[in-house]
């Protein structure tokens, strides 16, 4: 029922790219990506819906596969400040929002 | 007002005592939330509040118990912890609107140590 995502763990320089996925066993109908910091609290990044439409902000971009039941998050020419665990979360009913298993991203100068 | 607030920040309690944790927000949000979350374990959904009324209880042991006095206050009331129990509790709340949905905003959380 978790959203299982990919990889665990991603270390990058400043500059370079990664992709964060999310797979779910059930049927998805929308997507939330947020981010964690060390010690803070996880910070809403954007919504992925049905159909394609996208709500964010930021220099990070989402893609969202209802039939595969899959999500991407794409990190492009990253800074310091994207260090952090980012999760997904999928509705498993009107107000139950689930997280993934989180990917632990490092950025370094 | 952007923000949830969440208080105290920290928590030191032993097994049999009582405490709580309070959550606020003004941002006219009609669900809030608290989640449970372990070091280096995603957050995990604890209990929900919608529109003022208790709406999801996750099979949470009876030692937690949630209470929202208003629309802009929640409450979780701490008795008989274990120390298992230790762990970042987090407040959060969002917007309810038939047909859309929105992200949730996180308070900066309870870490709460149980003796």
């Known amino acids: 029922q978790q959203p299982v995502q990919s990889p665990q763990a991603v270390i990058l320089r400043e500059g370079e790219d990664a992709v964060i996925n999310c797979s779910s066993s059930k049927a998805l109908y929308s997507v939330h990506w947020y981010r964690q910091k060390h010690g803070e609290a996880p910070v809403f990044l954007m919504i992925?819906?049905?159909?394609?439409e996208q709500k964010g902000h930021e220099k990070i971009s989402a893609s969202f596969n209802e039939k595969k039941q899959q999500s991407s998050l794409y990190l492009t020419a990253s800074q310091l400040s994207y260090s952090g665990t980012y999760f997904c979360?999928?509705?498993?009913?009107?107000?139950?929002?689930?997280f993934g298993t989180g990917t632990r991203l490092q950025v370094f100068p | 007002d952007t923000e949830v607030t969440q208080t105290p920040k920290h928590l030191v309690m032993g097994m049999t005592n009582k405490k709580s944790l309070k959550c606020e927000q003004h941002m006219g949000h009609r669900a809030m939330y608290w989640y449970k979350q372990k070091a280096k374990k995603p957050p995990e959904l604890m209990f929900v509040y919608s529109y003022e009324k208790l709406s999801i209880n996750e099979s949470v042991p009876s030692r937690f118990s949630p209470e929202c006095p208003n629309s802009s206050l929640l409450n979780l009331h701490l008795h008989a912890l274990q120390p298992e129990d230790s762990a970042l509790y987090l407040c959060a709340s969002s917007q309810v609107s038939r047909g859309e949905i929105y992200g949730y905003t996180f308070g900066s959380g309870t870490r709460l140590t149980v003796v």
């Open positions: 979360g999928t509705p498993q009913a009107a107000d139950k929002l689930i």
């Open positions: 992925l819906l049905k159909g394609g």
